[in-house]
């Protein structure tokens, strides 16, 4: 979404609100599309005596498999975006932390595309106590134990036949 600032430009205490929703179900994360509903991007820019402001928020509901036990699960992401805008840059090192505008215009849908990548989790865990796969047999040790026999480590083999002896 281009927003145009020519108003709030050249007026100190101006701003300029925007809501829309943008569409990243094409974004492709560690081989998902966690982005499957719309995301919701809200925020004002504000012209703080000169110098322009875009505050606001990207919020949606991911969809995506737990990297311990791989279980479909839903997971709100909201990202927060602050950033200045700047016709140019008078300094090639604060080049991350401005965007630039394009004449008065600025294209909010990039600034939130960019803030809700660089936010993005590289796991989704379904639960804090998520317990994962048994490394075996593959089963979902959330839903209980495997049937495998635990294998004794060669080196202990045998105390092991130590304590399996009847006494």
Do not use: Y
């Not at 504000?46 to 875009?54: C, D, F, I, S, W």
């Not at 939130?112 to 490394?135: N, V, W």
């Not at 075996?136 to 130590?162: I, T, Y």
């Amino acid at each position: 979404m281009r927003l145009n600032l020519r108003d709030i430009i050249p007026v100190p205490g101006a701003s300029l609100p925007f809501d829309f929703q943008m569409d990243l179900s094409d974004l492709e994360w560690n081989g998902e599309r966690p982005a499957a509903h719309p995301i919701r991007v809200t925020g004002t820019v504000r012209n703080m005596a000169g110098a322009l402001l875009l505050e606001g928020e990207a919020s949606t509901v991911l969809e995506v498999n737990c990297d311990r036990c791989l279980k479909p699960f839903s997971e709100e992401m909201q990202v927060p975006l602050e950033t200045l805008l700047a016709d140019e840059l008078a300094d090639e090192a604060s080049e991350a932390d401005i965007f630039l505008l394009e004449g008065d215009e600025i294209d909010v849908g990039e600034v939130a595309r960019t803030a809700f990548i660089l936010a993005m989790e590289p796991q989704h865990i379904c639960s804090e106590d998520c317990k994962g796969l048994c490394a075996k047999c593959g089963a979902n040790l959330n839903d209980g134990p495997c049937a495998c026999k635990s294998e004794v480590d060669p080196r202990l083999a045998k105390l092991a036949q130590l304590l399996d002896q009847p006494e």
